[in-house]
């Protein structure tokens, strides 16, 4: 069972997150004043509507966007009071992404793939330690049997098991999803869910998934539904 939220720290605060865009008939909100905790080893899925505002959100909590106005603390550390190279070392070392589409290199292995967070860290091309890393995690995701095969040769829940070891490279606290299962059929979404819950609890991560699949949903520690850019439901279960 995935331990409670009390008895964990804050891994991020979002407070008073507003996103706008300026289009040419005017400003677009599309997150108004959003306000949140994550605690460690949390699982969280994130509901609503397309166009709600789930992705915009979640890009924010990972230091991939910067809001409109509010603030974003990591860990304690006011994330905007970082200078752009601060806010991609903090990303590439504490945050994990994964997306509906697993943006593996065409050209490299399985392998090669997930270690290659650790060579933007810096670490170097040959490091035996990051090899060893690499193999352990595909092991952990079920395909030790695939190391030196690159994406073409795997099939569509295998692409999106390396891209959750490749998540996972840099030890991150914090590993967020954007629909990982939207391109797979049922068996394949069902497997990689059960992936996720298994991450999270071995490897004590907070997950955030953003999903539309209601099935997820009902497995998840904690569930936040967004409707026209705010919070309209903030859901922990026992």
């Known amino acids: 069972m995935i331990a409670s939220a009390e008895s964990k720290k804050i891994l ?17 909100t599309v997150l108004n004043n959003i306000s949140l905790d994550i ?41 905007s009071q ?33 270690i290659m ?17 690499g193999k352990n995690l595909l092991k952990n995701v079920g395909l030790a ?13 295998e692409q999106q098991r390396v891209a959750f070891a490749r998540a996972l490279m840099n030890d991150p606290g914090l590993i967020l999803a954007d629909e990982p299962s939207g391109n797979l059929d049922k068996r394949a979404s069902e497997h990689l869910h059960q992936l996720m819950f298994d991450l999270c609890r071995e ?7 953003v999903t539309h699949n209601e099935a997820l949903a009902e497995r998840a520690q904690r569930v936040i539904r967004i409707e ?9 279960k026992a």
């Open 12 to 28: 991020v605060r979002a407070q008073a997150i507003s996103k706008n865009y300026t289009m040419a008939k005017g400003e677009l």
């Open 145 to 157: 049997e695939r190391y030196y095969h690159r994406p073409s040769e795997l099939s569509g829940g």
């Open 203 to 209: 490897f004590n991560k907070t997950f955030v998934v």
């Open 82 to 114: 970082l200078s752009d190279v601060a806010m991609a070392r903090l990303r590439n070392a504490r945050v994990g992404f994964v997306f509906q589409f697993h943006y593996l290199l065409p050209e490299f292995t399985a392998l090669e793939n997930v």
């Open 39 to 79: 605690h460690e080893g949390e699982f969280i899925v994130i509901l609503g509507p397309s166009g709600a505002g789930k992705s915009t959100l979640l890009h924010i909590l990972g230091i991939l966007d910067k809001p409109s106005s509010g603030d974003v603390f990591f860990e304690n550390t006011q994330v």
């Open 117 to 133: 967070p650790a060579l933007i860290a810096g670490k170097p091309s040959n490091d035996p330690s990051s090899y060893e890393r």
């Open 228 to 236: 026209d850019g705010g919070i309209d439901s903030d859901i922990r």
